[in-house]
């Protein structure tokens, strides 16, 4: 009677939990997105087919599915499946699924699965006590984490376990997600009601589903509109279609070339305010950093680099911050497109069939036999010069003439031109 009860209050609870958990898929075939661990013949998948997984860690944003592909590979597997929140659990918890997993395999030769969710919070010692257990296979441990492992994992547990590497959301997935949740919920929703959503999901499974919950109960018993999507999201929607898309990046990316920081702010914030990918927003800058700063201010890319690095760490809305900063460290450094240049005059000529001889001098003399042939001989090694710099040919002779790189006098730039023209002269 008691166990009859116990499947009625679950039954209950299930039918009363937010959509986002009514959706978790049961197996690896339900899953949405991911398609580079759980794809056909991808990694994950044939691991958990073969049932030859391994501990491991789930390693991504906040809503890209996690705890969802942990739960389908419970549902996927023939092992026992246990679930801890480093949150709550302790390592008294700890030692107590350690001891059933040994009863588990002792008496009926069955492994266990252990998903820890927020593993990062535990300590190093709640950590070390599951060495051993994962070490002598009594577990297979599944770490579920938005930090990056490698500074909150520690290094012998993180060495026994494959890494997972989880991404945002893609938009059809979203879509997919939304189409699902709205069946699961009996509803129907206007097209741009669904497109604005997905837009603004920022690639979180989570919080799309716990957006769209809200916008049905606010359009019981109709149609999901755009209105309720807005009312669900607490923001207005920003006319942003494909061409403002391409519009606003061009525009945010000649605000910074013409060295206006009022307007790349401005940019910046409509592309945030639209919901644009915030990686595709850094990845824009770091490519700016080199192609149209380069070494007038060799620290953008630096810049550039940090702000991408900070919104991984932090998410939005913080990494607003970074990426403001950046957007203003780049439209008001000094400008330079030649590193640019460079490469793609080089490219060009390689392209083009100027592949001239390495000279002598400069190959390779670290083998038997290389001085026989002449390779290394004559190379006069820099750092034995008082200034780290000799006059010596580098190009192949059929390139001698070609100046690929030439520094302007803006910035940092006008430094490197001065040494550049100096060595000239000496040489």
């Not at 984490?145 to 026994?160: D, I, Q």
């Not at 070494?295 to 940090?306: E, G, H, K, N, Y």
């Amino acid at each position: 009677m008691s166990d009859l009860f116990s499947a009625a209050a679950e039954d209950r609870l299930r039918q009363q939990a937010p959509l986002a958990a009514r959706l978790r898929p049961r197996t690896l075939d339900d899953v949405v997105g991911q398609e580079h661990l759980v794809g056909p013949n991808k990694p994950l998948r044939r691991l958990v087919e073969q049932d030859r997984l391994t501990s491991a860690i789930f390693w991504g944003p906040p809503g890209t599915g996690k705890t969802t592909l942990a739960l389908a590979v419970a549902g996927s597997t023939k092992r026992a499946f246990e679930q801890l929140s480093a949150v709550t659990a302790g390592v008294k918890d700890v030692r107590e699924v350690i001891e059933r997993a040994r009863h588990r395999l002792g008496e009926h030769g069955r492994g266990t699965i252990l998903f820890l969710d927020e593993i990062h919070r535990f300590s190093k010692s709640q950590q070390d006590a599951l060495l051993p257990a994962v070490e002598d296979g009594t577990l297979t441990l599944i770490g579920a984490t938005t930090e990056n492992p490698f500074f909150e994992v520690n290094a012998p547990l993180r060495s026994r376990s494959t890494l997972f590497r989880l991404e945002p959301l893609r938009h059809d997935d979203i879509t997919t997600l939304i189409l699902r949740g709205l069946q699961a919920e009996g509803r129907e929703a206007d097209d741009d009601a669904v497109t604005y959503l997905a837009d603004r999901s920022g690639g979180d499974g989570r919080q799309v589903l716990t957006a769209l919950e809200v916008a049905c109960a606010l359009s019981h018993p109709g149609r999901v509109s755009l209105e309720h999507v807005e009312s669900a999201l607490g923001t207005s929607a920003l006319r942003y279609g494909r061409d403002d898309h391409y519009d606003v990046v061009s525009a945010f990316i000649k605000s910074m070339r013409g060295s206006d920081p009022q307007a790349s702010v401005y940019y910046l914030a409509r592309m945030l305010e639209a919901g644009e990918d915030a990686r595709f927003i850094a990845r824009r800058m770091i490519i700016f950093a080199s192609e149209d700063v380069g070494m007038a201010d060799p620290q953008s890319l630096l810049v550039a680099v940090a702000a991408s690095q900070a919104l991984d760490h932090v998410g939005l809305p913080e990494a607003q911050l970074s990426l403001s900063q950046a957007a203003i460290h780049l439209a008001t450094a000094p400008k330079s497109n030649r590193a640019a240049l460079a490469i793609w005059n080089a490219r060009g000529d390689v392209q083009a069939g100027a592949v001239g001889e390495v000279p002598p001098h400069l190959r390779d003399a670290h083998y038997q036999g290389a001085q026989v042939l002449g390779h290394g001989v004559g190379y006069d090694y820099p750092h034995d010069h008082p200034n780290g710099w000799v006059a010596q040919q580098y190009l192949p002779t059929e390139q001698i003439d070609k100046r690929y790189y030439d520094p302007t006098v803006h910035g940092n730039e006008a430094r490197v031109a001065e040494r550049m023209a100096q060595r000239k002269e000496e040489s």
